[in-house]
């Protein structure tokens, strides 16, 4: 049962557009949020998070949404650059029954973007 | 400071063979975990560890086995290698046990088992 989703497993843009990743979840407990973005032959790397207490989460070009009533995040990259393309997971992170989750995360099968010049 | 590293970077094994995946970091990180990745199923957590002498399964902990009596050194034993056990292992860490406390991952070990 996949917790986290990517339905997209790619998108294509051109340089300069803005690139849209998506992301479904299904966990009610799921109340923080994060990006990752991962390059070939590299481990992935944090990229933007958001809490659940919020609705939207800026970093320079890159923007997260959060929908809590449709179980949805977005990533908004503005403008997207060739060095953009890589693979962006989305994951997910929830307490438990204890109150503690440490840094146990759900992830998303990924998105590879690529962006063309 | 070298991060977060893996060795090796591949490994070949048979079938019923036992290895073990090394992790190191050196950033004093309190937590450390280690994840697989398969294609279309993401990266799912098998162990994790939120200081020396303490660890705790993930979500797919069978056939693995860890132990943490340095803060700096994570390993995965592969008790007996199956076909189901080729995929791709990171290892990852950070600073507190928080979730909200970015984690860093390593390059990755690509496992084949035959």
């Known amino acids: 049962d996949q917790q986290v989703k990517q339905n997209s497993p790619s998108l294509s843009v051109q340089e300069g557009r803005i690139s849209i990743l998506n992301c479904d979840y299904t966990?009610?407990?799921?109340?923080?949020f994060l990006w990752y973005k991962k390059y070939p032959a590299e481990g992935p790397t944090f990229l933007i998070s958001?809490?659940?207490?919020?609705d939207k989460n800026e970093d320079g070009r890159f923007t997260v949404f959060l929908n809590k009533s449709a179980k949805h995040l977005s990533l908004h990259i503005v403008p997207s650059q060739p060095g953009d393309s890589a693979v962006y997971f989305c994951?997910?992170?929830?307490?438990?029954?204890?109150?503690?989750?440490?840094?146990?995360?759900?992830f998303g099968q990924g998105t590879i973007l690529t962006v063309h010049p | 400071n070298a991060g977060v590293t893996q060795t090796p970077k591949f490994q070949v094994l048979k079938t019923g063979q036992s290895m073990t995946l090394q992790c190191a970091q050196d950033?004093?990180?309190?937590?450390m975990s280690w994840y697989r990745q398969d294609p279309g199923m993401g990266l799912r957590l098998i162990h994790y560890?939120?200081?020396?002498?303490?660890?705790d399964q993930g979500e797919v902990p069978n056939g693995y086995n860890v132990s943490r009596s340095t803060t700096e050194d994570f390993p995965l034993r592969l008790l007996s290698a199956a076909p189901s056990q080729t995929s791709v292992y990171f290892c990852?860490?950070?600073?507190?046990?928080?979730?909200?406390?970015?984690?860093?991952f390593g390059p990755g070990t690509r496992l084949t088992v035959l």
């Open positions: 990852a860490s950070s600073r507190g046990t928080s979730r909200y406390n970015e984690q860093f």
């Open positions: 966990n009610s407990m799921f109340d923080y």
């Open positions: 958001i809490s659940s207490i919020k």
């Open positions: 994951a997910a992170s929830g307490s438990n029954a204890g109150g503690t989750s440490y840094g146990k995360l759900t």
């Open positions: 950033m004093n990180h309190e937590y």
């Open positions: 560890s939120v200081g020396a002498g303490i660890t």
